[in-house]
């Protein structure tokens, strides 16, 4: 098998001693010949896609690789939009075209992990950017196979060893977010996080436990919940909080967009923010600037982190050798009017007694 995990160096003998039938019957097969058997015609088709293998005629009609194939499980949000941004200015400065892709459910691909591969190699594009998705290990397989540049980014599962990825400093941001909170005065914090399964996610969590620890603060198990990184994981997270008989008195929020249901829900049960709950999120978009109130955010370089997949594609294409396979970048949090102290005892949802009283 190891002769035919080189697409560059395969040939039509190295595809019929895979097979075991001669070249001249690969051949055949290869040219639309009709006089093979349809039982050796199968097992012939499915070498010549598994390895990728291409005529001297068809290699010279692969178009040069100016385009990446950027995907994402769906574009319904700030983060995917900024990150999409990055890769967008840095394919214009090197005359790269970019194309989307959408994994979600409803527009699922028909196509198989091997199929998908040689749809890569037949229509030259250069390489694929994965964007918090989950990418299954045969679709890796069938890319490295045919020796197509891959990146993730942020992924939903963890990525093998071997795959390029960019990320940032997800530990470290959910420290920060963490003992923000915790120099406020709050003893009582909350963590709605990702998928549970999310490598940033799990990340996040386990830097809000490093600073509640080092602070000497209990964690709470029934103070953390996952989710999806969207606006109802918060709604629903939220009610659960405010159903307790000690709700929180502060949250850290796993993504921008999950605080924005918090604060939908807040609303609909007249919790006020930051005078009553406190609020966190995690990404630092556009959305945490314009929410009211505007919101505490660990803001993560997603624009940067965008430029620096796409640069992974471009290197990986053009040969370099590249000393590390993981970009982490730096996080920051940037405080806005979503957190304050916690207020003395007045239940939530009350208004606290007016000095005359």
Known sequence: ?????????????????????????????????????????????????????????????IPEHRAVEVVFDSLNSAYGVEVLNGVMEHAAVSEMEVILSITGRQAASPLGPEERAQRMIDEGRAGMIVVTSAFGSAQLEAFKRR???????????????????????????????????????????????????????????HGYMAALMAGGVTVEDEYISSGPFKPENGVRAMKALLALDDPPTAIF????????????????????????????????????????PPL????????????????????????????SRRVELATHLVVRESTAPPRASTPLGESPPSRAE
Not at 26 to 43: H, I, L, Y
Not at 168 to 185: D, F, M, P, Q
Not at 267 to 292: C, K, N, W, Y
Request: proline share 6%.
């Open 147 to 205: 020796q197509i540049p891959i990146v993730v980014v942020d992924p939903l599962n963890p990525p093998p060893a071997d795959v390029f990825s960019v990320g940032a400093s997800n530990w470290a941001g959910g420290k920060a977010a963490a003992s923000h909170l915790l120099e406020l005065g709050h003893r009582k914090i909350a963590y709605m996080g990702g998928p549970s399964t999310a490598e940033c996610s799990q990340a996040r969590l």
């Open 253 to 292: 929020a796993g993504s921008d967009s999950i605080a924005l249901g918090v604060l939908a829900e807040a609303r609909r049960q007249d919790v006020r923010i930051p005078e009553e709950m406190s609020l966190v999120g995690f990404d630092g978009t556009h959305q945490a600037e314009e929410s009211v």
């Open 296 to 323: 505490t955010s660990v803001s993560q370089p997603l624009q940067e982190m965008g430029r620096s997949a796409l640069s992974f594609i471009l290197r990986q294409k053009n040969g370099e050798e590249i000393d």
């Open 1 to 61: 098998m190891d002769r035919l995990s080189r697409p560059s160096k395969l040939t039509l003998a190295a595809v019929a001693a895979e097979v075991g039938v001669s070249a001249p019957t690969v051949s055949k097969v290869v040219n639309g010949r009709e006089d093979v058997a349809e039982a050796t015609r199968a097992r012939v088709l499915a070498a010549l896609q598994r390895t990728g293998y291409k005529s001297p005629l068809q290699r010279k009609s």
